[in-house]
């Protein structure tokens, strides 16, 4: 079994940023793509960016193409996301979640393992 923690989420502005931080216990990530999502009040999860078990490929939603960034420390089972320039649409809960099969995949039931989510709401 592997549990996820998300944090690093907040309330920030317009145009600012946040970096959210996925963390792992129970099982070494090394060997399994992650991927980052997010769910809107009213809307459904959706798929934002994914990163190789490497770390050396990764996939993102054209929307978030150049604002946000994902990466990976393996040696401390940890999975990242930075987000610039965000908008008051980026507002959502962001979940992690992994997969053993390290598809490096959009489709949310391609993922074994999701954390709890943490909150970003960004102010206009």
């Known amino acids: 079994q592997v549990q996820l923690v998300e944090s690093g989420g907040g309330l920030v502005q317009a145009g600012g940023s946040l970096r959210l931080s996925c963390a792992a216990s129970g099982r070494a990530l090394s060997s399994y793509a992650m991927g980052w999502f997010r769910q809107a009040p009213g809307k459904e999860r959706e798929f934002v960016v994914a990163i190789s078990w490497g770390g050396i490929t990764t996939y993102y939603t054209n929307s978030m193409k150049g604002r946000f960034t994902i990466s990976r420390n393996n040696a401390k089972n940890t999975v990242y996301l930075q987000m610039n320039s965000l908008k008051p649409e980026d507002t959502a809960v962001y979940y992690c979640?992994?997969?053993?099969?390290?598809?490096?995949?959009?489709?949310?039931?391609?993922?074994?393992?999701w954390g709890q989510g943490t909150q970003v709401t960004v102010s206009s």
């Open positions: 979640a992994a997969d053993p099969r390290s598809r490096l995949s959009s489709n949310k039931l391609d993922y074994d393992y």
